[in-house]
């Protein structure tokens, strides 16, 4: 196989780099917060507040966006203070990770003075998620007394699934538009230069994503939260679809991460979250 096309497959869309570690910001980050139900601007108070009562809330990243990950270390540490917190999951994480998170985070519970990067090895953190923007979330979550769960497929369930094709099953995750815009988002991604094939294998992998997603998030100790791409916490074609086709009666909350000059409305979230854009890495050498 193709190796970009293996790397598009995994939609790991971070930049590697070698592990090391940011400052834990002291204050809540910059933007502009709305609740898009009712058109009100919000303080990241205000936010914690109307979070408080939500068994699961989905948080959107832009993955390079080092404002959307200290906002998500923010969540972390101070959605605890206005209710207790069940579990954190991530995109980030997957199944084969999972015994080594909870015996590094089992080890973290007795105090020891833990290097960062040494806790990136330890639970083989992938190099395709940029350590110096996930380091301060993992780390915080690592430290906290709830669980820390993978969200993910596999290496060996998205190689499996792209080579013979299969989709999760349910009405709403099944609606043409949903996958019409969900393959709209792919061609997009591809510069339009992806035959059907693969575009239809790159389409299950994504829903099978979702589907697991939303497997997992319905099944953690609640509060959840979960942290995931745009793309995945989006209300009409994300975790939300599929978790109304596993459970119609489950409330989920979705908290979108977006820069500036990014459209959201209460159609893909509940709550945005406007930051500046992100600065490319060639800008900054």
Not at 9 to 29: F, G, K, V
Not at 38 to 59: C, D, F, N, W
Not at 83 to 101: A, F, H, I, Y
Request: charged letters at 20%.
């Amino acid at each position: 196989m193709n190796k970009f096309l293996l790397l598009a497959i995994l939609a790991l869309t971070a930049c590697s780099t070698a592990p090391r570690h940011t400052a834990t910001p002291a204050a809540a980050p910059v933007g502009t917060l709305t609740d898009l139900r009712t058109g009100e601007t919000l303080s990241p108070s205000q936010l914690l507040s109307k979070l408080a009562a939500q068994p699961r809330v989905i948080v959107g990243e832009k993955h390079d966006n080092p404002v959307h990950h200290q906002i998500e270390n923010w969540l972390v540490q101070n959605l605890p203070s206005v209710r207790p917190q069940g579990s954190v999951l991530m995109e980030m994480l997957t199944p084969d990770q999972q015994p080594k998170v909870d015996q590094v985070k089992a080890w973290l519970q007795t105090g020891p003075d833990a290097r960062p990067a040494r806790v990136a090895e330890l639970i083989n953190w992938q190099k395709s998620w940029d350590w110096s923007m996930y380091g301060d979330v993992v780390m915080t979550a690592m430290k906290a007394p709830y669980p820390l769960l993978s969200a993910n497929l596999d290496r060996s369930e998205i190689m499996a699934f792209y080579e013979n094709p299969q989709f999760p099953a349910g009405v709403h995750s099944a609606d043409p538009q949903v996958r019409n815009a969900i393959s709209d988002t792919i061609r997009t991604s591809h510069q339009q230069n992806i035959g059907a094939e693969q575009l239809h294998a790159m389409l299950a992998i994504q829903q099978q994503r979702d589907r697991r997603m939303a497997e997992r998030l319905l099944a953690a100790p609640s509060p959840a939260l979960l942290i995931a791409g745009g793309y995945h916490a989006g209300k009409s074609i994300g975790v939300p679809v599929h978790v109304k086709d596993l459970d119609a009666a489950a409330s989920v909350t979705v908290l979108l991460l977006a820069e500036q000059g990014v459209a959201v409305d209460k159609s893909q979230a509940d709550f945005v979250w406007i930051t500046p854009a992100a600065v490319a890495k060639s800008a900054m050498e």
